[in-house]
Nanobody, 120 residues
Framework: QVQLVESGGGLVQAGGSLRLSCAAS????????MSWYRQTPGKQRELVAA?????NYAESVKGRFTIYVDNARDTVYLQMNSLKPEDTAVYYC????????????????WGRGTQVTVSL
C-alpha cells in the first residue's frame, strides 16, 4: 500500500502560480502512470496532467501547467502558472502500476486532494 499526500494548494489571484506536491510513502519509479486530476462540485473528476509514455495535458492547461517527478524524493509535482478562476478545484494525485494483460492496473492509489482557489 502506498500513501499519497498532496500539498501546496491555496488561494491565489488570477495570473498567479502555485506548485502542488504529491509525496508518496514509497518509491514511485515502479509505477506506470503518475497523474493529477481535479474536481469541482457536481462535476466528474477530470484529468489535468499525466506522465505515462510521455507527458499528457488537458487542452485547458497546456502551456500553463507542468507535471514532473522527483524520483529521489518520491514526489510528483504540478507547477501551475497563469492561473485562471476556472482552475479552481480540488486537485488529486494518482499513481498506477502493475498493468495487466487486460489493460487495467493492479495498483491504483489516490491522495485526499488539495484545494486550489483562484480569485479574480
Amino acid at each position: 500500500q502506498v500513501q499519497l499526500v498532496e500539498s501546496g494548494g491555496g488561494l491565489v489571484q488570477a495570473g498567479g502560480s502555485l506548485r502542488l506536491s504529491c509525496a508518496a510513502s514509497g518509491s514511485v519509479t515502479r509505477f506506470n502512470v503518475m497523474s493529477w486530476y481535479r474536481q469541482t462540485p457536481g462535476k466528474q473528476r477530470e484529468l489535468v496532467a499525466a506522465i505515462a509514455n510521455g507527458l499528457n495535458y488537458a487542452e485547458s492547461v497546456k502551456g500553463r501547467f507542468t507535471i514532473y517527478v522527483d524520483n529521489a524524493r518520491d514526489t510528483v509535482y504540478l507547477q501551475m502558472n497563469s492561473l485562471k478562476p476556472e482552475d479552481t478545484a480540488v486537485y488529486y494525485c494518482n499513481i498506477r502500476g502493475g498493468l495487466t494483460v487486460g489493460g487495467t492496473y493492479k495498483y491504483d492509489y489516490w491522495g485526499r486532494g488539495t484545494q486550489v482557489t483562484v480569485s479574480l
